[in-house]
């Protein structure tokens, strides 16, 4: 059965059936970032305030609606960007980013984007070929180094995007609504992927999307975003033990409670001017 | 059952998911249609082009047998024909053939060097760019032919002036290829290499060289086009009998002799070496990089 946690706690708890005990050691922590178009004081805000800590190998997901800056998060946890204000440590190192598009450069195999990636981290020529097929066969893609990019379906691609994140051998993973372009099946089926590849490498996740039953499906604390500017409402710790699925009432249940949250939100801007 | 053993079996569930979803997907064999359908493709493009040579062929000689033009107006396909032979017993065709293919090989391969290096300076700079960007555009919209007179002045009846003429008639279409495929480049393949970890030369050579690479490639056969035209521009006009024979020099010789199927047997020469180029050189690669790109529908 699920206990859920209320709006408004900040410890993070962790459900029995999780192998992976997270420690007390961060992983990402921002603390009071801000962040303006263009980088100026006087433009209007995208994000306010926002504290986060992510914890060594927690799954952390970030709900909002379009536009909330989300992605600007992501960014600017991934170095990408510099915030306006406030200070963003990543204690674990550097970090990867899976976009929505798989983003996989058409002119290489799919064997070539991981390796690619691997050259880039430095990696030996002799020794690259052997860790490629290795994480393809992480990601149950063995034999399909030399497949061409247009050749994989969009789930595949999102698989070859994964393992060549994963060929990049940090310790976070940062991804950017990484399903939303994906069909309902095969949606389902990377989850049950992505759960077991965070399971095996013990990596912290932060995994942004807009589809709350997907953030209860997934992480194991789901926060909220609220837009313009965008600032975090509250969090919630999902502790479904057994079996966690898109379908399950749990997730439904948790689902439900936090959409309600995130109404309550998109309401305050009916008046706003467009 | 333990955490290790649930993991394994969702490993196994989620493999087998996921090898039944990937081959319901109806993902194109990338082997298979290369193999087969190769003579079929041949043999489907080469036959009407055969068919059309042998039309235009029949048309002519249907045009000369008819009478309208005298021959030596509208000479016949056989008279052309024997122009031909004839350069070959003079020993005159294959030096004419060597010595433009060669100039036009060299000066495309300089046009090359120094296109790609403006290119570049121009995609790096913006202030290069907005400086001589419009003069780079406006050079690919002169008629090289005009450049030939001033070649001349400069480095006289010489291969310098041959080669400048090729070189300004090239380079702009060269640059300019380059120039708008690095403009094109998706933004989001510069945030993948930047992700992954590319900074200054290795951006460059990763992603933007490989992702500029078809308006680049576009750029050196236009390029091309451009070397051949004023390639022939300036022989025809730079004649001088130091400089050897040449298919430019062949038809100014036709025009001196008033002999139309000598210019006719030098217009045909230059266009088969035009069509060869394209179809060994040129059609090849560019499949070559749509196919690997998933741009080009290979013919069913």
């Known amino acids: 059965m699920s206990r859920l946690d209320s709006v408004g706690t900040h410890s993070v708890q962790c459900s029995v059936a999780d192998p992976l005990q997270p420690t007390t050691q961060p992983a990402v922590v921002l603390d009071r970032v801000s962040k303006t178009f263009a980088g100026a004081l006087d433009r209007p805000l995208v994000l306010d305030e926002i504290s986060l800590t992510v914890a060594a190998g927690e799954f952390v997901c970030l709900v909002g609606a379009s536009g909330c800056g989300k992605s600007t998060l992501l960014n600017l946890i991934a170095g990408l960007e510099l915030p306006t204000r406030g200070t963003i440590s990543r204690p674990a190192g550097k970090a990867a980013l899976l976009f929505q598009d798989a983003a996989l450069l058409p002119w290489l195999t799919a064997g070539q984007n991981v390796e690619l990636a691997l050259r880039l981290r430095g990696v030996k020529r002799r020794d690259r070929r052997a860790e490629a097929d290795r994480l393809l066969k992480l990601v149950h893609l063995d034999g399909l180094h030399r497949a061409r990019v247009h050749e994989l379906s969009g789930g595949m691609r999102q698989r070859v995007a994964l393992a060549r994140a994963l060929a990049q051998e940090t310790r976070i993973l940062l991804m950017d609504e990484p399903f939303a372009a994906l069909d309902a099946i095969t949606r389902d089926v990377l989850h049950d992927e992505l759960i077991r590849i965070w399971r095996t490498t013990g990596l912290s996740v932060v995994f942004v999307t807009h589809n709350v039953r997907e953030a209860v499906r997934l992480g194991q604390r789901v926060e909220l975003m609220a837009s313009r500017p965008g600032h975090l409402v509250g969090h919630w710790n999902v502790e479904i033990s057994g079996d966690r699925r898109i379908e399950s009432p749990a997730v439904a249940a948790l689902a439900v409670e936090i959409t309600e949250e995130l109404r309550k939100e998109i309401r305050r801007h009916a008046g706003d001017p467009r | ?300």
């Open chain 2, 1 to 300: 059952m333990t955490a290790s053993d649930s993991t394994s079996v969702v490993r196994d569930e989620v493999a087998t998911l996921e090898a039944g979803l990937d081959s319901l997907d109806p993902v194109r064999d990338p082997g298979r249609s290369a193999k087969s359908t190769w003579v079929r493709r041949a043999s489907a493009s080469i036959a009407p082009a055969m068919i059309a040579v042998t039309v235009l062929i029949l048309t002519w000689a249907a045009l000369r047998i008819s009478g309208i033009k005298p021959s030596y107006v509208l000479p016949s396909p056989m008279e052309v024909w024997q122009s031909i032979v004839a350069l070959w017993h003079q020993g005159v065709l294959w030096s004419a053939l060597w010595n433009s293919l060669r100039r036009a090989a060299i000066g495309f391969l300089a046009s090359g060097v120094v296109g790609t290096v403006l290119g570049l300076l121009l995609a790096r700079f913006k202030l290069l760019r907005t400086a001589i960007g419009p003069l780079v555009s406006g050079l690919q919209s002169l008629p090289s032919v005009a450049w030939v007179p001033a070649a001349i002045i400069w480095f006289g009846l010489s291969d310098a002036a041959i080669y400048a003429v090729v070189l300004l008639g090239a380079v702009p279409s060269i640059a300019n290829g380059l120039l708008a495929g690095v403009r094109q480049v998706p933004p989001l393949y510069l945030r993948v290499g930047q992700v992954l970890g590319a900074r200054g030369l290795n951006t460059l050579r990763f992603v933007v060289l490989p992702a500029a690479l078809p308006g680049y490639f576009a750029g050196l056969r236009q390029g091309w086009a451009f070397a051949w035209r004023s390639l022939m521009a300036a022989e025809l006009i730079a004649f001088s009998p130091n400089l050897g024979t040449s298919l430019g020099q062949l038809l100014q010789t036709g025009r001196d002799l008033s002999d139309m199927s000598l210019v006719l047997a030098a217009i045909l020469l230059i266009l088969l070496v035009g069509v060869g180029v394209e179809l060994i050189v040129f059609g090849p690669i560019e499949r070559r990089i749509l196919r690997t790109r998933g741009l080009l529908v290979d013919p069913r």
